[in-house]
């Protein structure tokens, strides 16, 4: 992701800001000399190792690695975070399909089949072995959208009711270029493809599939057949009985134009989506399929471990990085299996573990408890963060932010971090004012239109209500400038990333990483000793949650 230099007068403006609202006075080197690139380095070695098999939910890398995290966290002298124990049971389901039958279209123009991950992709939630659409209706709800504070609704006339909703992706005024629709080129929650099924529940449809297009998604249509296409995690949401729809998925652009063809519909709808007083319809075609599926119930866990404050103990600042990865699957061109996830997540799971030290070692305790959460299942849709967000071990409302790493910097020194998700909450200006300090700076977001904001173990505080932030790797990299800083991570993305080949080697220049390690410990450390709570900035999405 390309970074740019943002001008220092706004950061410093911000470490006036925070500094006003510290109640207790800090001592800015308390905790840092705990710091440890050797520690760090054991950690990560040890998580990504092949003894550990990829670290996928329900397997012996499972095992091992809530093991280690237990292990280290007694060791460190931490106390267990969930009453007596160190873990919280996440109840997941795994969901296999073992066959998905073409998609047969009954049209006004004829009757035609489509051709499961060519054209489109469905799968099921639903626990029971098998799913149907029996000639059921389609409607076309445009970006499948409701929502009241842009003055914006897309199933407004709509009766969707025990019909399949087609909707497509990203924001309203995203395709045209409009930027005085909703946050303009920033894509928001309500481009996101997990709120457009969310939406299509609410709605009460009985399938709802996603117009794919690669500049809208940000991705290719074969990142949707590898992701979607296999056998997938979900939380287990069979006891609390909630609606869920039998089906959902996606279908190609060019299928959905012939869908549209096939119903003598106009298909310059999916531009006409974008503008305003645009009406859905219903499409007069009809869909027929059926998926059968293997279902097998398990739990898997979450890891949590915690210091308690001195002066507000029901106080609480977490720190989180998911400990899973992909496992044990499809051969590289080495023939190598085993996805060890050095890097992604390996490496943010050791640095909360060193974090978790320097707050122990702190000669002053911190006054508002600190959470050292390591996350399940989040490869397979942040499925452990998710659970604790549903059902959190310590108040939301008496959660003062969240701090999450997912991966780190591995190629030197940077001048800058980045952050998804730039104006969203006033934990940004907490880094903003530490990277002051040492005259660095939080380049702007690259791709705002990716959505990146929602695809990191953050995001599920961010929908309870927690300001939140992910703190991600820069490119200015010192002594060599950005483009080798680009050059590095288009390599680890083309190369390593969900690849057997993100291993640790020794070549890893950890210097920059461990910085930005000790980044996110000063933020938690200032908040620490603080009695006020970072808010929710105006325009975000998730301020009306925050009480």
């Known amino acids: 992701m390309a970074k740019f230099i943002q001008h220092l007068l706004l950061a410093g403006t911000a470490v006036i800001a925070i500094s006003s609202c510290s109640q207790s006075k800090i001592d800015e080197e308390d905790g840092l000399s705990s710091f440890n690139k050797d520690s760090l380095v054991k950690h990560i070695v040890t998580l990504s190792s092949d003894d550990y098999q990829g670290r996928r939910p329900f397997t012996q890398g499972e095992v091992k690695s809530i093991a280690y995290l237990q292990k280290t966290y007694k060791g460190l002298g931490l106390e267990p975070g969930n009453g007596n124990s160190y873990l919280q049971d996440v109840p997941l389901v795994e969901i296999s399909p073992k066959y998905v039958s073409p998609l047969k279209v009954q049209s006004p123009k004829g009757n035609f089949e489509l051709k499961n991950m060519d054209d489109f992709v469905l799968w099921t939630e639903r626990t029971d072995t098998v799913q149907t659409l029996n000639n059921d209706e389609v409607v076309f709800a445009g970006f499948g959208v409701v929502a009241p504070e842009y003055n914006w609704n897309d199933y407004a006339g709509l009766n969707v009711k025990g019909k399949i909703v087609m909707v497509m992706v990203n924001d309203p005024g995203f395709e045209t270029g409009d930027t005085t629709m909703f946050k303009g080129k920033t894509m928001t929650y309500y481009g996101r493809w997990t709120y457009k099924y969310e939406e299509a529940i609410r709605q009460g449809a009985k399938a709802c599939i996603i117009v794919h297009n690669t500049k809208a998604a940000a991705y290719p249509f074969n990142v949707v057949q590898n992701s979607n296409g296999g056998v997938k995690l979900h939380l287990d949401k069979s006891a609390n009985h909630a609606y869920q729809m039998a089906m959902q998925g996606w279908v190609t652009h060019p299928t959905a134009v012939r869908l549209l063809q096939a119903a003598g519909k106009d298909t310059n709808v999916l531009h006409t989506a974008n503008n305003r007083g645009f009406k859905g319809f219903d499409m007069g075609v009809k869909l027929s399929a059926t998926i059968k599926t293997k279902v097998v119930f398990n739990k898997s866990h979450n890891v949590i471990a915690k210091i308690t404050g001195t002066k507000r103990p029901d106080e609480y600042i977490i720190f989180s990085a998911h400990w899973d990865h992909l496992g044990v699957g499809k051969p590289d061109e080495k023939g190598d299996t085993i996805y060890n996830g050095a890097l992604d997540n390996a490496s943010g799971t050791a640095a909360i573990l060193e974090i978790a030290r ?126 080798y800083g680009q050059q590095m991570q288009d390599d680890y993305t083309a190369h390593r990333y969900h690849r057997p080949a993100d291993q640790y080697d020794a070549t890893w220049n950890l210097d920059g990483g461990l910085e930005d390690v000790e980044l996110m410990f000063q933020i938690g450390k200032r908040m620490a000793f603080e009695n006020t709570f970072p808010q929710w900035k105006e325009g975000s999405e998730f301020k009306k949650l925050r009480k």
């Open 358 to 483: 320097a707050f122990k070692s702190m000669k002053t305790s911190p006054e508002r408890t600190i959470i050292f959460l390591s996350v399940t299942a989040e490869e397979q849709g942040l499925l452990g963060s998710e659970y604790y967000g549903e059902h959190p071990v310590y108040p939301v409302d008496k959660t003062v932010a969240d701090i999450n790493i997912d991966g780190i910097n591995n190629y030197g020194k940077t001048r800058d971090v980045a952050i998804s998700g730039n104006g969203q909450s006033e934990v940004e200006d907490y880094l903003k004012a530490e990277l002051a300090k040492n005259n660095r700076y939080l380049a702007p977001e690259a791709h705002p239109e990716y959505g990146s904001y929602f695809r990191s173990d953050h995001f599920s505080f961010a929908k309870v209500g927690v300001p939140s932030i992910t703190i991600d790797a820069g490119i200015d990299i010192v002594g060599k400038g950005k483009k």
